[in-house]
């Protein structure tokens, strides 16, 4: 149980697109879903908490406008990096609290490999 | 404030060796301690967790761990490495009223036959 997936798995984009990446809890109800962002080598940075039906919270330097999320069901999230450029290439991962989540337990997904021409 | 070191940035071990992977934390009351494993490219995967209770926790693939609070330190250690063991691991903290996690900044294990 507490499965969490993530699509794509990996992306190419050209700079100054759009890309969508998707968070499935698959068996679980998530009311809060977390996005990461994990630079090469590196540990993985918060960027947002969302909770099901409302707006997202925003880590401190993180663009809300260039990173959109919406939680719209208990089950999906997603991450929306507008006008993408080369510095935005990355890896996020998500991850989800269920509702049963006791002591900060998260779930992570397996990641998306973002890379922007 | 809270905050995860892991002091260790890159460690080497033979096959069939011990392992211990050192970290510390900063936080004012009784933390929530996570060690997390991540292979290359891919997510990742809990091995073991400490809420409270008994200070040796076990985890999964024959992972253990120590909280010492006096120590400040949840250290992860294993008997005998296996080669696919290779990987980097995540030593996190929770809050008890926040969601967050803080991660400390990974240790990358080295398997050699």
């Known amino acids: 149980g507490a499965v969490v997936s993530q699509h794509p798995s990996w992306v190419i984009c050209k700079s100054g697109t759009s890309v969508k990446i998707e968070c499935r809890s698959l068996d679980f109800q998530a009311t809060t879903m977390f996005w990461y962002r994990q630079f090469p080598k590196q540990s993985l940075m918060l960027m947002a908490t969302?909770?099901?039906?409302?707006?997202?919270?925003?880590e401190q330097g993180v663009e809300k406008d260039k990173f959109l999320i919406n939680h719209a069901s208990l089950t999906l999230s997603t991450l929306t990096v507008t006008s993408a450029h080369p510095e935005d290439s990355s890896f996020y991962i998500c991850s989800a609290r269920t509702t049963r989540s006791v002591h900060n337990e998260q779930f992570f997904g397996p990641g998306t490999r973002l890379t922007v021409l | 404030a809270q905050s995860v070191t892991q002091p260790d940035i890159h460690i080497t071990v033979s096959e069939g060796a011990s392992l211990e992977l050192r970290c510390n934390y900063s936080y004012g009351a009784t933390p929530y301690l996570f060690w997390y494993v991540q292979s290359p490219g891919q997510g990742l995967q809990l091995l073991l967790k400490y809420f409270s209770g008994d200070t040796l926790v076990q985890g999964i693939k024959g992972f253990e761990a120590e909280f010492k609070r006096s120590q400040s330190s949840f250290n992860l250690r294993k008997p005998s490495v296996h080669w696919s063991d290779a990987a980097e691991y995540f030593c996190a903290v929770g809050e008890a009223w926040a969601n967050n996690l803080f991660f400390g900044t990974g240790t990358r294990l080295t398997v050699i036959p």
């Open positions: 969302s909770n099901e039906g409302s707006k997202a919270t925003y």
